[in-house]
């Protein structure tokens, strides 16, 4: 199973979150972008980690890894979310950052 969906997901909610005014924090992130770019950009990244989802495993188990991914990585979020906020914010660039590094040595 590949770890880059969960982690390509996890961007995708963050910046989907970002898009609403209630989840954008008070002091605003650096270089944060607008909630309608937020929005496309969450919608792009979701589309990009289905089809690495689909490109790894195939398309019948590339579905069911993308939406199982997606619940854990949705998990998480809302989780980190209640903790700490920033952090869960934050991570998503990391984990972005991340998941073209796994594609890559093929984990």
Do not use: D, N
Not at 74 to 80: C, H, P, R, S, Y
Request: aromatic share 6%.
């Amino acid at each position: 199973m590949s770890l880059e969906t969960g982690l390509i997901s996890y961007a995708a909610l963050v910046s989907l979150a970002l898009a609403v005014k209630k989840h954008r924090p008070a002091p605003p992130l650096p270089a944060m972008p607008s909630p309608r770019t937020a929005r496309l950009i969450g919608w792009l990244l979701l589309a990009a980690a289905l089809i690495v989802a689909i490109w790894r495993v195939g398309p019948s188990q590339g579905l069911v890894a993308w939406i199982w991914q997606m619940c854990v990585a949705g998990a998480l979020f809302v989780l980190l979310q209640s903790w700490r906020s920033r952090l869960a914010l934050t991570l998503a660039v990391p984990s972005l950052l991340l998941a073209p590094l796994l594609m890559m040595i093929g984990a």
